[in-house]
């Protein structure tokens, strides 16, 4: 059974609920979803799990500054973290996710984890998005 990590930073709430939407992704596709956020989100938390699905807001055009965070605490502890460790985002966005897309590629390659696919860009308006995030939970769960 695979075991996802799933981390969220939300203000308003659309990323909790896509995160959540990944998670029921996750059970269907018979793995098992662990849903946090990113302010209590672990070194140790990543190591106990199969693959990590993070799901941010992108505020001023760039990284959600908890989301940032975590990984700065993450950093000297990178080394409890499997190398290659399956990694998916989605990014909920306003406008354009460009910013947010770019750090994460960045923050994936510094850790060394394998991109799981292409990011999610989730627009706000966007009415699919919850489907989009259970889909990406599926893909991740099954290991594509
Ligand atoms: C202070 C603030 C600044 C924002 N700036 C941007 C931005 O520069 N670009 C963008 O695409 N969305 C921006 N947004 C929209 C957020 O990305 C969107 O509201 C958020 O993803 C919703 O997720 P949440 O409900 O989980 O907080 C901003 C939102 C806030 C609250």
């Known amino acids: 059974m695979s075991k996802v990590l799933i981390s ?4 308003t709430g659309n990323c909790k609920a896509l995160a959540e939407a990944a998670a029921r992704g996750v059970a269907e596709a ?8 990113v302010a209590e989100t672990t070194a140790p938390d990543l190591a106990g799990h199969d693959a990590f699905i993070l799901v ?3 505020p001023f055009q760039s990284l959600a500054g908890e ?3 975590m990984f700065e605490r993450l950093w000297p502890e990178r080394a409890k973290i499997q190398p290659g460790l399956p990694f998916a985002a ?3 966005h306003g406008t354009d996710a460009a910013g947010s ?4 590629d960045m923050f994936a390659k510094y850790f060394g984890w394998k991109k799981a696919g292409d990011w999610l860009l989730a627009s706000m308006t966007s009415s699919d ?3 989009r995030a259970r889909q990406l939970g599926i893909a991740v769960a099954q290991g594509g």
């Open 8 to 11: 969220y930073q939300s203000f």
């Open 30 to 37: 018979g793995g098992r979803a662990d849903v946090k956020n």
């Open 56 to 58: 941010t807001t992108q």
């Open 67 to 69: 989301t940032k965070t």
């Open 90 to 92: 989605v990014i909920c």
């Open 101 to 104: 897309a770019a750090a994460l």
């Open 129 to 131: 998005k919850q489907e």
